[in-house]
């Protein structure tokens, strides 16, 4: 069992940076691939990014690579996903979710618990 808490969503303008954090507990966390996905009004949810167990890789969709970044840190049962450069488009509610996947899952299908989603806006 993983129980996922979110935090770090709030209201930024254009070009700024947040950190949206992720605290997991349980012992299973470093063997679950992290993903994050978000989801904006009257759209489907969206990948953003994932990061393996173990944290050998990561894989972001396009329209954020180079943007954000993510990271674990398996001692403190945290994931987090550093936004910089931020765009209106990237306004939605973004959550993290864990997978037992091996490689790098894309779809939520994959994921088997999800956080309870935090709300990041980006002001123009």
């Known amino acids: 069992q993983v129980h996922l808490v979110e935090s770090g969503g709030g209201l930024v303008q254009a070009g700024g940076s947040l950190r949206l954090s992720c605290a997991a507990s349980?012992?299973?966390?470093?063997?679950?691939?992290m993903g994050w996905f978000r989801q904006a009004p009257g759209k489907e949810r969206e990948f953003v990014g994932v990061i393996s167990r173990f944290g050998g890789d990561t894989y972001y969709v396009d329209s954020v690579k180079g943007r954000f970044t993510i990271s674990r840190d398996n001692a403190k049962n945290t994931v987090y996903l550093q936004m910089n450069s931020l765009k209106p488009e990237d306004t939605a509610v973004y959550y993290c979710?864990?997978?037992?996947?091996?490689?790098?899952?894309?779809?939520?299908?994959?994921?088997?618990?999800w956080g309870q989603g935090t709300q990041v806006t980006v002001s123009s």
């Open positions: 349980g012992r299973t966390f470093s063997n679950s691939a």
């Open positions: 979710a864990a997978s037992p996947s091996w490689g790098i899952p894309i779809s939520p299908i994959e994921y088997n618990y």
